[in-house]
């Protein structure tokens, strides 16, 4: 990795392990690896260095997370269903204060009611949902963009 090349942190949330025999019709049949690679190869392209991170539990996501500080220029979050949930995780994105995107492969807005809150929105700069996992490389395109603004100062 070039020492100027941004690290960011894809965290997935609870379930996303099983990406690609998970409810295909609406998550698709990607795996959570295919996932990973593919960010990984969008990062390189975007010159961000990507590293993936999933797991099924609320604490390790918070422990993911604060340990992202100082390490990580940014984050792409999908919390899984811990996003309807878990003020603690808002609470983490406040307190770490990295820009975090919010990703869901679904479109949550157009599901179930209780899918239509999220505690992340309120911390991060956006929400990308809807677009599969295509989303997640439009996620490193905006990360990318942001912190290209904020070199410039
Ligand atoms: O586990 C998930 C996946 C999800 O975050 C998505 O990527 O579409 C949407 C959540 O509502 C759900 O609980």
């Given at each position: 990795?070039?020492?100027?090349?941004?690290?960011?942190?894809?965290?997935?949330?609870?379930?996303?392990n099983l990406l690609?025999?998970?409810?295909?019709?609406?998550?698709?049949?990607?795996?959570?690896?295919?996932l990973e690679k593919r960010c990984i190869d969008h990062g390189t392209a975007l010159r961000l260095s990507v590293e993936c991170e999933?797991?099924?539990?609320?604490?390790?996501?918070?422990d993911a997370l604060h340990g992202a500080r100082g390490v990580y220029a940014g984050i792409i979050l999908n919390a899984g269903a811990?996003?309807?949930t878990s003020v603690a995780l808002m609470d983490a994105i406040y307190s770490i204060e990295l820009p975090t995107v919010e990703v869901h492969l679904s479109n949550i807005h157009a599901r179930e009611e209780f899918r239509h809150r999220s505690y992340i929105s309120r911390a991060a700069i956006g929400q990308i949902c809807g677009f599969g996992t295509q989303g997640y490389?439009?996620?490193?395109?905006a990360l990318k963009t942001h912190l290209t603004k904020d070199d410039a100062g």
């Open positions: 990795m070039d020492s100027d090349m941004h690290k960011i942190l894809v965290l997935n949330g609870p379930n996303l690609g025999t998970r409810q295909p019709e609406v998550y698709g049949n990607e795996t959570l690896a295919m999933q797991t099924n539990h609320e604490g390790a996501l918070l811990y996003t309807h490389l439009m996620a490193l395109d």
